[in-house]
């Protein structure tokens, strides 16, 4: 727990203002109490001069993803699932002894894909690295581009991401509100 707090984390696989996944994953991060965090990441997995990949990003968020009770996801999907960043860092977080906890977490994953008929399994390589560190995926869902800006389908999304916060409240009765 973050300084006696429920800290929630949020990541989101991309960061141009041009995709809805951002501005979704604000709506989210602001329908929650504090303490929290985001981090966006742009769709360039950086590279190092000796052309290792080098991510500035990488330890910050390997040690809020530690540190949260509640995850919360949110990144296109393209065919071969989601960017190349995500998934690298969720990976390094999963061989990270730090981060794997035995201790209740949970995550909401939202893949945002041309279509809401995209495969689920394009979710996958999240739902593998959640399943990982021991973080429970209490929510997985698949959205179009026009449904992550539909009211309707953000009011839903927002009602699964209280109730994830309430899980991890009710998991931890005495963190302060």
Do not use: W
Request: proline share 10%.
């Amino acid at each position: 727990m973050h300084d006696g707090y429920i800290f929630t984390l949020g990541i989101c696989g991309v960061a141009a203002d041009s995709h809805p996944a951002p501005a979704l994953l604000d709506a989210l991060m602001a329908a929650l109490p504090p303490v929290k965090r985001a981090a966006f990441l742009g769709d360039v997995l950086p590279i190092n001069d000796a052309g290792a990949v080098y991510d500035p990003l990488l330890e910050p968020i390997i040690n809020d993803i530690a540190d949260a009770e509640t995850v919360l996801i949110v990144a296109p999907l393209r065919t071969d699932g989601p960017p190349a960043r995500l998934i690298h860092i969720l990976e390094q977080a999963a061989r990270s002894d730090a981060v794997i906890q035995p201790r209740p977490r949970f995550a909401v994953l939202v893949g945002i894909a041309s279509n809401s008929d995209a495969a689920p399994e394009l979710l996958a390589p999240a739902r593998d690295c959640c399943d990982q560190l021991g973080i429970a995926v209490a929510s997985a869902q698949i959205i179009s581009i026009a449904e992550a800006v539909d009211p309707t389908m953000q009011q839903a999304l927002l009602d699964q991401v209280r109730h994830v916060y309430l899980q991890a409240r009710a998991r931890y009765p005495d963190a302060l509100p």
